[in-house]
């Protein structure tokens, strides 16, 4: 099935839909969101991509990141995706909105209007293993020196987030 995005202004204005993968090659702005979830003792869910999606397989990222429908609300999607990709329902909150560009190799760029959401999780996964091949906590000073001496191992966007998480916290 193909998939579309919202193709979009940077004041958020729909321009139209465009198929997925198409978008992502021209390196168009459209709509995204991310979604941090965190354990009681203060540790980020990372998952790690499943090793047969068409770009940034077998990288860690945050616990979800996706692209609402027309007509969607940036919640709903997130929603939707924690249920498909891992499986669970948690509670979200909106913490901000930006828009980046990546470079995320294979001339794909994602150019996103994304609306980062936040939100607890401490009970299990029923991952869904086309989307996402393991999941695990850590800490944000572990994480931070993961980045640091293994770049290559995370998703381009999740280092940009990561950053822009931490100007607003």
């Known amino acids: 099935m193909e998939e579309f995005v919202v193709l979009v202004n940077p004041d958020d204005v729909v321009l ?15 709509r995204a969101f991310s979604v941090f979830l965190f354990n009681a003792k203060g540790e980020m ?3 790690k991509r499943a090793s047969g999606k068409y770009h940034s397989p077998n990288q860690w990222t945050n616990a979800v990141c996706s692209h ?13 995706r924690l249920k498909e ?16 560009k990546a470079d995320v190799g294979g001339g794909l760029w994602e150019h996103e209007l994304d609306h980062v959401f936040v939100g607890n999780y401490e009970s299990d996964f029923n991952l869904n293993k086309e989307e996402v091949e393991e999941v695990r906590f850590i800490s944000p000073e572990d994480l931070d020196k993961e980045i640091s001496e293994n770049p290559e191992h995370f998703t381009e966007w999740f280092k940009i987030i990561l950053e822009e998480y931490k100007h607003h916290f």
């Open 16 to 30: 139209g839909l465009m198929e997925k993968q198409q978008a992502h090659v021209n390196g168009l702005l459209h």
């Open 45 to 47: 869910l990372l998952q």
């Open 68 to 80: 609402p429908r027309i007509g969607e609300t940036y919640l709903a999607g997130a929603q939707r």
């Open 85 to 100: 990709e891992l499986g669970i329902e948690a509670e979200l909150s909106e913490k901000f909105n930006f828009i980046y």
